[in-house]
């Protein structure tokens, strides 16, 4: 998952240490996509304490090879799908402005669900400690049965 964020050029580059405790303690809200033994996509995900019935996607990502298949999107339903998202009714992700495939991803998601993709504040470019980031607005899909 570390190698393919690397690869993306576009996705934040967590530590390797990030990912091992995301997929330790969220392994129930992450999903992976494989092409034989190698890992095209990922998605990872967790529910926040203080808004139980969203689902939170930290991040996701498909590797270049994968990319225009369709597999974000089956990560997305897959993880929507997965026993430890039962009640969940909003999926939430920040988002930058200049990141047009992933709001085009999270749109298409709506639309396929039938439910509303709105967009809010998220995290304000000043909260980054490089002052080089974009601000993230936050999407927010759904509510979904």
Not at 19 to 37: H, K, Q
Not at 46 to 54: D, F, H, T
Not at 74 to 92: D, F, K, M, N, S
Request: hydrophobic share 40%; charged share 20%.
């Amino acid at each position: 998952m570390w190698q393919l964020a690397s690869d993306s050029g576009v996705l934040d580059e967590n530590s390797h240490y990030c990912y091992l405790i995301i997929c330790r303690d969220f392994s129930e809200t992450c999903v992976v996509a494989a092409d034989g033994s190698e890992i095209v996509g990922f998605v990872t995900a967790y529910r926040p304490p203080q808004r139980s019935s969203n689902i939170f996607v930290w991040q996701i990502g498909v590797s270049e090879a994968a990319r225009g298949r369709g597999v974000a999107k089956r990560l997305l339903h897959e993880l929507v799908a997965l026993p430890a998202c039962r009640g969940v009714q909003v999926l939430e992700a920040t988002v930058t402005p200049s990141n047009s495939a992933s709001r085009r991803l999270f749109q298409s998601f709506a639309a396929n669900l039938s439910v509303p993709c709105n967009i809010a504040a998220g995290f304000a470019r000043e909260l980054f400690s490089d002052g080089e980031h974009e601000e993230e607005e936050l999407l927010r899909v759904g509510p979904f049965a």
